[in-house]
Nanobody, 124 residues
Framework: VQLVESGGGLVQAGGSLRLSCVASGRTFSTYAVGWFRQAPGKEREFVSAISWSGRSTIYADSVKGRFIISRDNAKNPVYLQMNSLKPEDTAVYYC??????????????????WGQGTQVTVSS
């Protein structure tokens, strides 16, 4: 399976962006999808994940209340709506597919297929 992210860009602090993650190659409707980010000079960190059904979600404390993850399995994309963006949200954002179906992990080693990332830059 291949994952492709889109929707990144440059935005001022306080603004919003919506990232999309699209899968090709096989269905990912039975797998959780996670979003991670990596800022320059920093380790990759977990942002959010959504269960295969879309009924369960988890968020990093740093984005809770500002970011919303969603999916519609009938339409493939998984979205990450990012509101009230801060300069510290600047990073390359990656989506990834859980290794195991029916799971909802938050550690990067529990995710297998990764996209190439989309750059998000928040100016102050």
């Amino acid at each position: 399976v291949q994952l492709v992210e889109s929707g990144g860009g440059l935005v001022q602090a306080g603004g919003s962006l919506r990232l999309s993650c699209v899968a090709s190659g096989r269905t990912f409707s039975t797998y959780a999808v996670g979003w991670f980010r990596q800022a320059p000079g920093k380790e990759r960190e977990f942002v959010s994940a959504i269960s295969w059904s879309g009924r369960s979600t988890i968020y990093a404390d740093s984005v809770k209340g500002r970011f919303i993850i969603s999916r519609d399995n009938a339409k493939n994309p998984v979205y990450l709506q990012m509101n009230s963006l801060k300069p510290e949200d600047t990073a390359v954002y990656y989506c990834a597919l859980s290794v195991k179906p029916w799971d909802l992990p938050s550690k990067d080693f529990d995710f297998g297929s990764w996209g190439q990332g989309t750059q998000v830059t928040v100016s102050s």
